[in-house]
């Protein structure tokens, strides 16, 4: 079975830009949650989907956003780049997000310039 | 909301001795406490987890203990060996687990002296 798979794993943006970040869950898996992970502030939630509607979501302003389409498939949208938005942005897939086990990809790796 | 504060940050111990790392949570309805590795530069993945109707779990080299009246609980790794070396982050939730309300602590870097 095919793990989270998460594009692009590295890119470079300038202050002001937008970006949109994807995330293809394991096959079956409904829920796919976002975290933003920066060195000593750990993994810090973001938003979670399941079945196209949000259904949680972190303390982050308005220019963070997302979406989740009808085959689980989701994306994450951040307008009006800051620097301090540079980070390893990681989604996770789960089969209903109560199971338990979260199943990680391996990130995108944002830089603002 | 949830709060998970971690202990040590950064833990250097010597190969083949023991490593614990604590954690605290805020809200008592919390009920699930997993724990996951992040080795460099790869994604963090689950290795052990407990619910709030035990006390202790154990796999291995691994453990978990949980205190609900104190609200912390810990990873006990014994024997350490090199492959130990990495991030470790605790989390609670109060529904059960997933992405349903799941909040991290910061990480604690695992350091295996050989």
Redesign the interface.
Known sequence: KAGVTQTPRYLIKTRGQQVTLSCSPISGHRSVSWYQQTPGQGLQFLFEYFSETQRNKGNFPGRFSGRQFSNSRSEMNVSTLELGDSALYLCASSFQGDTGELFFGEGSRLTVL | GENVE?HP?TLSVQEGDSAVIKCTYSDSASN?F?W?KQELG?????II?IRSNVGEKKDQRIAVTLNKTAKHFSLHITETQPEDSAVY?CAASD?????????????THLIIQP
């Open positions: 971690q940050s699930y997993p996951y790869k994604r963090p993945q689950l987890d982050f529904s059960g687990g997933g992405a349903d309300g799941l909040t991290f602590g910061k990480g």
